[in-house]
């Protein structure tokens, strides 16, 4: 038989890639935690304050606990579910908004110095450069001392936190994008500086803002931990998950559920930002499409 009347086998297309399994794990958490966060005051069993003295330091359920309280009490008997799902919201709050005011701040400083250089360029790195020589920690300790503590001031000290990052990452990519002309080319036609970087260099660059936002991210949540548990984070009655971890710190030994429900979902909820970050950046860059 020739090779012409051989018959020829066509493979079967490809099947089309679907998201990997962390990824959809990561999503799903995310989506259930920020659903928590919006639908605290419905999900929740109980108000974060509400007190059970008859069933104070009740284990979780399985554990012997009993069934109004499925994740246990605390010493005053305060429902360690309702607490956790308000301290869902807190932290959250807290670390979404010091992660956006970091990068709009540190982003937009760095543009300022690509675009403007000279003078400009050096008061913005000499910024720089004393943030990240300063300990952010004696920073926060010495603000949060001097003028008191409220959310706002919170969140905006936190905020502070890692912009330099941003603008050092902001600054290099930007100029880069004017070396490689694309950028020129577009401000030639006549375009704006906020038209340039807004449509033109910021889409080239989000990728590795993203991976940013998701370093700074989990070092936000912890930063919060350990303020919460000096006493200088979010102040009692209202709760986040550093405060509940700093709170069962005294009882870890009669009543670890108290500290171990509010650290796993810190864990998890770092874990997921992570891995959803390193996704979106493969999607995003377009050097990878």
Known sequence: MSEAALPVTLAPPAAPRGLPALVVFAGVWLLLMLGIALLADVVSPYGYTALDLRNRLSPPIGFGGVAPHPLGTDELGRDVLSRLVYSIRMSLLIAFGATII??????????????????????????????ASLPFLILALSV??????????????????????????????AVSAGAQGYAAAVRQLGAS?????????????????????TLAFPEIILLESGLSFLGLGVQPPETS?????????????????????????????????????????????????
């Open 241 to 289: 998950l550093g405060s509940m971890v700093g709170y069962g710190r005294e009882y870890l030994t009669r009543a670890p559920w108290i500290l171990l429900s509010p650290a796993a979902v810190i864990v998890l909820t770092t874990f997921s930002v992570s891995v959803l970050g390193d996704w979106l950046r493969d999607r995003l860059d377009p050097t990878l499409r």
């Open 102 to 131: 970091g990068a709009v701040i540190g982003t937009t400083l760095g543009f300022l110095a690509a675009h403007c250089r000279g003078v400009v360029d050096q008061v913005v790195l000499a910024l720089v450069d004393f943030s």
């Open 144 to 173: 949060l001392a001097f003028f008191g503590n409220s959310l706002t001031l919170f969140v905006c000290l936190l905020g502070l936190h890692a912009w330099e990052r941003y603008a050092r990452i902001a600054r290099g990519l």
């Open 193 to 213: 500086p906020w038209r340039v970087y807004g449509r033109h260099v910021l889409p080239n660059i989000a990728s590795t803002l993203i991976v940013s936002m």
